[in-house]
């Protein structure tokens, strides 16, 4: 790959037409949006279904991003990869990727930074049908203008360790925003979910990598290593929301779970959702 990434999901997972993909985005910002001030946040957890079903959900998130009046230059964007099996983490070689809101760059460092990193490189194959971190793109485009750059890595087999130490390299200071996206509980009844996702809710408030499985997210590998991170680095979660795809716009026997958390500092109080 070369030059630009084309959108790979427009017009399935969210609109591809401009305005009525700002309409939506704007919708569930708004309905998201904090009852108080919040602090900015130093990491993001957000899912990634069509807008349909878990844009209410990734709009808390984004409504808090946004009302904290960050402006992050750098967005690492971590997701699982679902159409290629492969062991490690993938980069892209685009230059930018597209969105019908526009180009989004990609930090050229990125590669550089992860260079030396075992089971890491480029690999175009994972990115070119990959909607786990596409679909974060308008959000973000919408919260944060047109400068930001991404580093977006597709998640394959790894361990915590090895996703924390992926982390690390990409770490950066305030100006980078560490942004895991994950769903949670797969096609389940709406009761089974919601316990499974309780139960994923509590590891994360604990921080907790080694409480989740291959029940808890199809994103486990990049939360695992978030939240080795984030205690490595005196960061607490704050959870923003937690619903499942019946309570937004599916129906109850079969759903996908969808949960939301902000890290902050932990010195740093709570704040109202």
Known sequence: MKG????????????????ELRRELRRHLEAGRPSGPVPPPRALVVP????????????????????SGARPERVVLLGPAHHLPFRGFALSSAEAWETP?????????????????????LLDEAHVREHSLEVQLPFLQEVL????????????????EEAAALLERLWGGPE?????STDLSHFHDAGTARRLDRATCR???ALRPEDLDEESACGRVPLRGLLRAANRHGL????????????????????????????????VPSAAV
């Open 145 to 160: 203008g047109p400068d930001f750059l991404l580093a977006p890595v597709a998640a394959g087999l790894a361990d915590t």
């Open 101 to 121: 809101l526009g180009l989004v760059r990609l930090d050229p460092q990125t590669p550089a930074l992860l260079a030396d990193l075992p089971g890491t490189g």
């Open 176 to 180: 980078t925003l560490i942004l895991v």
């Open 236 to 267: 607490r979660p704050q959870t923003l929301d937690l619903r499942n795809s019946a309570d937004t716009a599916g129906f109850p026997e079969r759903v996908v779970g969808y949960g939301a958390w902000a890290f902050l500092p932990a010195d």
């Open 48 to 67: 990634h279904a069509g807008y349909r079903y878990s844009g209410p959900v990734a709009g808390r998130a984004y409504a808090w991003l946004r009302a």
């Open 4 to 19: 630009v990434r084309p959108p790979a999901v427009a017009g399935l997972f969210y609109p591809a037409e401009p305005r």
């Open 203 to 205: 590891a994360v408030e």
